[in-house]
Each structure stands twice: as C-alpha cells, then as structure tokens.
C-alpha cells in the first residue's frame, strides 16, 4: 500500500510569513499533484509535477518534486489570509490489473492553513 | 468550459438504504474516478473507469458499484449504507485513465 505523509497537519501563522508544507513516501511516484480544498467542496489543482527536481512556481506558491520522485514540497512567500484552506498532496500510481492499466491518486492527510490578518 | 458536475449535492439516508451518485466528467475526457474523504483525511480512491469499463478498484466493500455510460458520465452505487459511509465523495474526470485528475465539488453523503 502506497503511504504519503504530510506535515504538518496544522499550520497557523500571520499575514506575511512564509511557510513550507512537506509530503514524503518510501515509494516513487510517477508525478505529484497539489490541490486545494475549500470546507465541503471538491479539491482544486494547483500544480501538477512529474519530473524529479522539478521547480514550479504559481505565483507566491513555489513546489518542488524530489530528485528520486519520493518526496515534495509547497513553499508559501508572504502568505495572505486568502491563503487559508486544506492543501493537500496527492501521488499517482499507475497500477496494473486484469492485462488493463489506471491511474489512481494516494493522498496525504492534508495540512489545515489558517492565515491570521 | 465547465468542470466536474456532480449530484445530488446532500444527501440523507438511513442505515441498511441505497444511494445512486452521479458524476458528469470535463466535455472530452473519458476516464472517471471515485474518491470518498472522510472528515479530516485526505481522500481515499474507490474506482476508476475508463471508456466504460472498469479498470481499477480500491479497498472498498462489495456494497460500492460503479458503472459509466457511453457519454462518460458516471453512476456511483451503495448498497446497504452504514453510518461510516457518512462522507463527501467526489468524482474526478481525466482525459485517459492516467493523466492528472480534475475534482468535481462532491457529493456530502449522511447516514443515520
């Protein structure tokens, strides 16, 4: 079973600063999708990333892909109280079943942003 | 363009019910697939779909069914629901089976 871990679950800080959300796995992923998650609607894309060591930047988010593919990371500059919401990671996997293939997303917990004015 | 559409958006039952979901993925994408998030988790994958057939399933019960129809949209089934089957379920679409997935708003399912 495909594990991704995320940290912190909790991030509360004050408008300016900057912060850095993490995802690890022991297993290689074939890309790594960020999505965003406002309360009782649908995760929103933010970026998705499939190289290792891949660098993308989305304005003040900054994400990057670990060298071995295991492992990313969501840095945020100068955070806004727009900014608050669940972010979540999520790995995919192309598996193998009955001589057919699929895509299929292991996610992390989520960390929980609250961006104080 | 619009996105992921999915009904109803609540919905109560009572333990031992059946619920339908119903997803409409992103004009031209063929592929479907089923989360359900549990408060405070991360999504959990179910199904995936594609060109109507199933193609991948996770660790759910018997009691989850899905089936896609020949305009990619999508039926999620339950059967016998029981109070852990309270969560949000989204649908996502893509255009084949392994590139990025797009979310839909869900699906907030209670059970009494």
């Known amino acids: 079973t495909q594990l991704l871990e995320q940290s912190p679950q909790f991030l509360s800080i004050q408008e300016g600063e900057n912060l850095t959300v993490y995802c690890n796995s022991s297993?290689?992923?074939?890309?790594l999708q960020w999505y965003r998650q406002e309360p009782g609607e649908g995760p929103v894309l933010l970026v998705t990333?499939?190289?290792?060591?891949e660098v993308k930047k989305l304005k003040r988010l900054t994400f990057q892909f670990g060298d071995a593919r295991k492992d990313s990371s969501l840095h945020i500059t100068a955070a806004q109280p727009g900014d608050t919401g669940l972010y979540l990671c999520a790995g995919a996997q192309i598996s193998r079943a009955r001589g057919t293939s699929y895509g299929k997303l292991t996610f992390g917990q989520g960390t929980i942003l609250t961006v104080h004015p | 363009d619009a996105g992921v559409t999915q009904s109803p958006t609540h919905l109560i039952k009572t333990r031992g019910q059946h619920v339908t979901l119903r997803c409409s993925p992103i004009?031209?994408?063929?592929?479907v697939s089923w989360y359900q998030q549990v408060l405070g988790q991360g999504p959990q994958f179910i199904f995936q779909y594609y060109e109507k057939e199933e193609r991948g399933r996770g660790n759910f019960p018997d009691r989850f069914s899905a089936r896609q129809f020949p305009n990619y949209s999508s039926e999620l089934n339950v059967n016998a629901l029981l109070l852990g089957d309270s969560a949000l379920y989204l649908c996502?679409?893509?255009?084949?089976?392994?590139?990025?997935?797009?979310f839909g708003p869900g699906t907030r399912l209670l059970v009494l």
């Open positions: 297993s290689v992923f074939s890309s």
């Open positions: 996502a679409s893509s255009l084949f089976q392994e590139e990025t997935q797009y």
């Open positions: 990333v499939v190289t290792g060591g």
């Open positions: 004009s031209g994408h063929k592929s």
